[in-house]
Each structure stands twice: as structure tokens, then as C-alpha cells.
DNA sequence: TTGAATGCAAACCGTTTGCAAACTT
DNA sequence: AAGTTTGCAAACGGTTTGCATTCAA
């Protein structure tokens, strides 16, 4: 149930963020939404709840570690639910699937290199773009 | 001389090109600029070139292969000249400096994971963001 | 001379913010 | 009852666009 999870996390159980937490539990598997996506969805559900609402309960579910934000081509930001561990991803061009990977071997090789340019890492960014098995 | 690499790829030579590619290609080396850095190097040169040409003619650029664009943390677009050969980013969070690196592992990687996941990949963006060593 | 390129200001779009009203505890 | 959270509309910042003027060929 979500209001354990918000409570967690210490934010306060209300509507819009059960809702919108719902939301990202059920979704983050196939693909990660934006906030108009998110907006969208809740409008299907008659939930009238405001754009900026949805921006304001992301952004805090990002500051408690609920969610991370990504900045995939074309530049807005989408949102999937944390799982815990660090992995990477492949976007699908053209339904927006995603999928998740990690490989240590690459993980190895960008550290690396890091270390050979001189550079302390503190994050990096990797995604694979195309076209997922049902849209080729 | 930019007057042929404008004219080898059909654009009319004009002083904000030239001006700009000129700024392109002695900055691309040390750091990726951004529309706005162009515009000030510019005025710092005392060439009042309006903003929106400067987003024109990178975009123009772009199209015809001279640079290409990237989306950085944080957002807004940054533009590299570029140089033919495929390549990824160490970006320095601090100062804004870029290395280039590329890595026939990662590469070969990537393209296993994508196809094992069934996807046909059209493209990838890899960055590694960190602390340069004079920043550090 | 003529069509393309520029500058300016206004439009745009995703995102954020100020404020009064509606909620959670 | 006290303090948060919400909705709305207005502001924001980077980028794009319409249109009259200026320019390259």
C-alpha cells in the first residue's frame, strides 16, 4: 500500500501523491512517463489533479529517493520508479518501451577511462536508442 | 578557410557564419558551447549577431553535418564541431570541459545487449560526468 | 535584382512559482 | 487549529518563428 511508502519517506499521504505513486508502480516496468503522460493518465481515471501538482509530487518523490528523473533525447525529463540498483537503458525510438540493463564490463571500461583522462566520476549517463522487437 | 567548408556543404557564405564556425572550431576542443556562450564570445568580439541566428545557424549547421548537438546534464543544448569519427563525452560538472574517448569494448558491448533485448539500435549517447583534474 | 539570411520582438513549450483555498494530522 | 499541499494562473528560460529589412550572388 502506498501510504506506508510515502510515510517512509516522510512525506504526507495525500491523494495526489497515492494516485501518482500508483501510477509509477504500475507503469515504470513497460516505460517511463513524463509528467504530461502522468497528467494524461490520472485525466483517464477522472483525477482531476493539476500539471503542477504532478511536477511538485515528482520532484519531491525525487528529493526522497522514490523516483529519478531522465533526460532521454529531445530533452524532457521522464520519471521511473526506483528500484534500488544502478542500471542503464535502451529506449525504444518509437513506442518509448524501455528496457534495463547493467554490465559490469562497460561499468569496468568507463572507469577506466575516467581515471586515465584524470577525472574523479561522479555520474554517468548511458543510453541505447532503436527500435524495440515489436516495432522493427 | 570557412568561406569552402560553407560552401562545400550549400550554405551562403555570410559574416555570422563565418564568425560562428570560425568560434566553433577554435573552441570545440577544450569545451562544448552553448547558443549563449557563442553570443557572448561574439560580443566580446564586436560582432552584434542576434541570438536567433545564432540558434539558426547552428541548427543549419547541424543539418548538414558540421556539428552536432548535445544534451548535457541540466538541459540546454551544447554544440561540437565535429570531426568524422564517432566518440563519447567526459564532462567536467565543474568547469565545462570536455575529453573524448572512444572504446571498442563499450561499443561491442552495447551492441550485444541490444541485441539481446531484440532491439535495432539507431543510435546511443554515453556520458561520464566527474571532476576534471584541474578541478579536483 | 532577387531570393535567402538577419534582427527584433513575440510566440512557444516544458517546467516552476506565488498565492488563496482545501486539505492532513 | 496549524501548517502543508493543492489548483490556478502567471512567470520563467531556453529555443523557435513571423515579418520587415539587409545582404550575397
Do not use: W
Amino acid at each position: 500500500m502506498e501510504t506506508h511508502e510515502l510515510r517512509d519517506v516522510g512525506l504526507k499521504v495525500t491523494l495526489p501523491r497515492m494516485k501518482i505513486l500508483e501510477i509509477m508502480e504500475r507503469e515504470t516496468n513497460e516505460r517511463h512517463l513524463n509528467a504530461e503522460q502522468v497528467y494524461k493518465i490520472l485525466l483517464s481515471e477522472n483525477e482531476e489533479i493539476g500539471l503542477a501538482t504532478i511536477y511538485r509530487v515528482l520532484t519531491q518523490f525525487e528529493a526522497a529517493g522514490l523516483v529519478s528523473r531522465h533526460h532521454f533525447e529531445g530533452g524532457n525529463s521522464v520519471f521511473e520508479l526506483n528500484k534500488g540498483h544502478h542500471h542503464d537503458h535502451v529506449v525504444c525510438v518509437k513506442c518509448g518501451k524501455v528496457d534495463e540493463f547493467t554490465d559490469d564490463i562497460i561499468e569496468d571500461r568507463q572507469n577506466q577511462i575516467a581515471q586515465k583522462l584524470g577525472y574523479e566520476l561522479t555520474d554517468h549517463s548511458l543510453y541505447l536508442y532503436g527500435l524495440c522487437p515489436k516495432c522493427k
